[in-house]
């Protein structure tokens, strides 16, 4: 009896109550931030009009209320359901990922949305957790390592990449972005730093060589862009040789625990043929990063030359990013309150409530507003790393960064993109942004780490 007993006070007493109000805060914040992009002039200001099932705020609190009775549901589970049956909601979702553009009915292009009655379910937000709990069981194995096993390295890999092009079948190149960000989650459980920087590296070159591809040098025979590409090549590789070729990086790599077999002579041809793959495979990306350019959507082409600064649209593409500043900058310091946003009631900003719900946070509730709800987000994400490095496994552990690598990612992108600081791509920002695919999707991502945690102290003792 008393381990029954200890068995059932263990989950509320390890339930980490403070990402949980974090989450109720977001929630409300989201919801008076929906009233204000959804709110137009004449409207009734009282709550109970704000409320009516007849609005989006209406249904956003439906979303809000069923999230929070899923994430009771969750919170009720055993936690070792998730592992045994990761594969399995893993290969359900791959199947329903296959079967969405057979199902879905097209709306602004996209094929991601199935009809269930008056409601549309978008599966792919839902994907990320069943991605998450794949990879963490795979990675939990016994005898797995990542460090110096480059078949379970794309092993990994292949496990985002699948679900990944299913979505970029959907034409929702957005969402299939998301997964990227698990690389970070690769990088803490041992990938190789110079993956990272390899891919970090293909940013810069893509980015530099668009950016200065109109320039030409030498009467046509080479663009600026090409040139400068040519020595961040040069550089990049001779930090690489630098850092991994020299015989004090080779002997301080052997005494830090990782010996490679064979003499130093040897080692050193071996990684000097892995840096020569390096710099071979940095020019053929960038000679085919114009091509693949060419070859994208025309409306896909505008966004990335109005990133860059290439072309002035204010009337096309950018013209989203363009009304967004104008109305964060003119909520000032203390924005102009609730329901006071003129640049929102006056639907200058396309879809305000669901992919820039930020710039209504910006223009009703000012810089002292967006620095909070940042603030929000930057406590739920170190508090997502602290959840993630105390899991006495190596699934929790696995499982937490990828839930902090998905959401910074979302934060990231989606406010750098109302900022003008990266690309449309049309993702929600957690918790704010209209919608209940995406607000319960995130609501299982997060309540399935807290249930997991909460499992701790099983372990433990």
């Known amino acids: 009896?008393?381990?029954?007993?200890?068995?059932s006070n263990n989950v509320l007493s390890n339930i980490d109550?403070?990402?949980?109000?974090?989450?109720?805060a977001m929630l409300a914040m989201g919801w008076m931030s929906i009233c204000g992009a959804c709110y137009e002039y004449g409207e009734p200001q009282d709550l109970l009009s704000l409320a009516s099932l007849g609005t989006r705020?209406?249904?956003q609190l439906v979303w809000i209320g069923s999230s929070m009775v899923l994430g009771v549901v969750v919170l009720l589970l055993d936690d070792r359901l998730f592992e045994t049956f990761a594969y399995l909601i893993y290969g359900v979702l791959l199947i329903l990922l296959f079967a969405t553009p057979f199902l879905a009915h097209d709306i602004k292009g996209s094929l991601s949305w199935i009809k269930l009655g008056p409601f549309s379910l978008q599966p792919a937000e839902f994907a990320k957790f069943a991605t998450s709990l794949a990879l963490a069981k795979f990675m939990s194995a016994y005898g797995f390592q990542l460090q110096g096993s480059?078949?379970?390295l794309f092993?990994?890999?292949?496990?985002?990449?699948?679900?990944?092009?299913?979505?970029?079948?959907?034409?929702?190149?957005?969402?299939?972005?998301?997964?990227?960000?698990?690389?970070?989650?690769?990088?803490?459980?041992g990938m190789p730093g110079s993956i990272l920087f390899v891919g970090i590296a293909a940013v810069t070159y893509v980015i530099v060589g668009l950016r200065f591809s109109e320039q030409p040098l030498f009467d046509g025979l080479i663009s600026l862009g090409d040139l400068l590409v040519a020595v961040l090549i040069i550089i990049f590789t001779l930090g690489l040789y630098l850092t991994y070729c020299s015989p004090s990086a080779i002997q301080d790599s052997q005494s830090a625990g990782h010996p490679s077999p064979g003499s130093l002579h040897g080692i050193k041809v071996r990684r000097s043929f892995y840096i020569i793959l390096f710099?071979?495979?940095?020019?053929?990306?960038?000679?085919?990063?114009?091509?693949?350019?060419?070859?994208?959507?025309?409306h896909q082409k505008n966004r990335v030359f109005v990133l860059l600064g290439l072309r002035d649209d204010p009337s096309g593409v950018g013209y989203n990013q363009i009304q967004a500043k104008i109305a964060i900058g003119s909520g000032g310091l203390a924005g102009k309150g609730f329901l006071n946003g003129t640049q929102t009631k006056l639907k200058y900003v396309p879809e305000q409530e669901t992919d820039f719900i930020f710039c209504t946070v910006g223009e009703e509730e000012g810089f002292i507003g967006s620095a909070i709800v940042l603030g929000l987000f930057l406590a739920l994400l170190l508090r997502l790393i602290h959840i993630s490095e105390r899991q006495p496994t190596a699934f929790g552990r696995v499982y937490g960064y990828c839930v902090f690598?998905?959401?910074t990612f979302h934060v990231v992108i989606n406010v750098g993109m109302v900022l003008g600081l990266m690309p449309v791509i049309g993702i929600p920002l957690p918790f704010f942004s209209y919608g209940g695919s995406s607000l319960w999707g995130f609501t299982f991502l997060l309540f399935i780490l807290l249930r997991i945690d909460a499992g701790r102290g099983r372990l433990l003792h």
């Open 279 to 298: 710099a071979v495979g940095s020019l053929g990306l960038h000679l085919s990063a114009s091509t693949l350019v060419d070859h994208l959507a025309p």
């Open 1 to 7: 009896m008393a381990t029954t007993r200890d068995k």
């Open 57 to 59: 705020t209406g249904m």
């Open 150 to 152: 480059w078949k379970n």
């Open 17 to 24: 109550w403070v990402t949980i109000l974090l989450y109720i």
């Open 405 to 407: 690598s998905i959401f």
């Open 155 to 189: 092993a990994c890999i292949a496990l985002f990449l699948v679900p990944m092009g299913l979505i970029v079948l959907q034409k929702e190149t957005g969402s299939a972005l998301i997964y990227l960000s698990l690389f970070l989650m690769l990088y803490r459980e």
